[in-house]
């Protein structure tokens, strides 16, 4: 498709133009659709209501104040799918790109049906290539969500670079090259507040626990983690093999609320403030906290899911390795089925039913402990309700 062709998706018959940003001085309300040639373009279907647009505008304004004078220019253009005229108004204030005027209806109809949009936020990336403009549907949200500004020029040539590299950094991972960078090779020891050499913990299972004093579902969490640790650790020693160490990744608000929730902690922190804390996140995909990431003793990842792991197995799951898991799944899986087909709870007034991965249960979170689980569980059908069969044993007499 020609570049003509392709800006043209962006017009209408009785439209040429694009509205400038909100902020622009002087107030230039209109740019003409032929601005827009020889640029690298974004077209960034968003709207206002739903939290992952939200989340993601400001991190691709910021990669878009870094770019727009790169190369030929990267501009982007916001494709509203607000509810009304003020929702987009209001949306559009914190974007500082080009936007189709919301009465643009049938372009943006258009522009979904073009590029098949089903899920928001999106951003589909044409590119000038010898003189015409080659589109590529890449995530482009993905792309800047896991490599911001790096991810430019969003070619599918790049993409597939930022993956190699990725590959290759993964490949050789150690605990050193997470934990150390040029002016810090230490972390604190609780105890003594004092610095210890990550060297000191390579050969070990350890957990990168990301969390926050601030962090609700973190409060229950964090004292049950400290109590299996505690237990792996005795069990560990009595069979003297390589030994379980958390390192407390933070994410308070300030450098008090980081002592006085680490002095609640029986291990490890890297120092509040650290900026290899913020790398690890985004490294491993950290989306929300509490989350544990699990480095086997050659430093290379065992699994992400921690947390889930330690509600389902406690101290059990430990090392947290996939035949580990397989074995504790199979017992489960035989333990279940001698369990009563249908039980009560004392927070539900229905009767609830023994259900598996294969007759309905999926991820739940236990309407008793609020935390997260797997496959077997009571449900109350109607009204979805579920709980561990571990949590409803807990409430009888
Ligand atoms: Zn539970
Ligand atoms: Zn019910």
């Avoid at 049950?224 to 020693?237: C, F």
């Avoid at 991820?363 to 409803?392: L, M, R, S």
Wanted: net charge negative; hydrophobic share 35%; glycine share 6%.
């Amino acid at each position: 498709m020609s570049s003509s062709k392709l800006l043209s998706l962006l017009a209408s018959k009785d439209r040429d133009f694009l509205l400038s940003p909100t902020g622009t001085r002087p107030l230039v309300r209109q740019v003409n659709i032929s601005y827009l040639e020889g640029k690298t373009i974004g077209i960034y279907f968003s709207a206002n209501w739903y939290q992952p647009c939200r989340n993601f505008t400001p991190l691709l304004a910021n990669a878009y104040e870094q770019l727009k004078d790169r190369g030929p220019g990267f501009e982007v253009v916001f494709v509203s799918c607000d509810e009304d005229a003020p929702a987009f108004d209001e949306h559009r204030a914190l974007m500082p790109w080009l936007a189709i005027p919301f009465s643009g209806l049938e372009t943006k109809r258009s522009l979904n049906t073009r590029f098949g949009i089903e899920d928001i936020p999106s951003l589909i990336i044409l590119q000038p290539a010898y003189g015409r403009q080659d589109f590529t549907i890449l995530n482009g949200v993905d792309l800047i969500y896991r490599h911001g500004v790096q991810a430019y020029p969003f070619s599918k040539l790049r993409a597939e670079e930022l993956l190699h590299e990725e590959t290759e950094k993964r490949e050789n991972q150690t605990l050193e090259r997470l934990l150390s960078n040029h002016d810090t090779d230490y972390i604190l020891s609780h105890t003594t507040s004092k610095q210890v050499p990550v060297a000191s913990l390579i050969g070990k299972t350890i957990g990168l626990y990301f969390s926050a004093q601030w962090c609700i579902p973190g409060a229950k969490f964090t004292p049950k983690l400290a109590s299996i640790y505690r237990k792996i650790n005795e069990e560990v020693t009595t069979n003297s093999s390589h030994d379980f160490e958390i390192v407390y990744l933070s994410s308070d608000h300030d450098q008090s609320a980081f002592d006085s929730y680490f002095n609640t902690m029986p291990w490890m922190a890297m120092s509040y403030g650290h900026p290899n804390i913020k790398s690890l996140a985004k490294y491993f995909d950290v989306e929300g906290i509490p989350s544990l990431v699990i480095l086997g003793p050659d430093g290379k990842t065992v699994t992400k899911r921690g947390r889930s792991l330690i509600n389902l197995y406690q101290e059990k799951a430990y090392p947290f390795t996939e035949a580990r898991i397989e074995v504790l799944k199979r017992q489960v899986d035989e333990e279940s089925m001698n369990l009563p087909e249908s039980e009560r709870h004392s927070g539900h007034c229905h009767e609830l039913l023994l259900v598996s991965e294969g007759t309905g249960g999926g991820p739940f979170i236990c309407c008793d402990c609020d935390e997260q689980g797997f496959g077997w569980a009571y449900q109350c059908i109607e009204c979805g309700y579920e709980v561990h069969p571990k949590c409803v044993r807990s409430v009888e007499p």
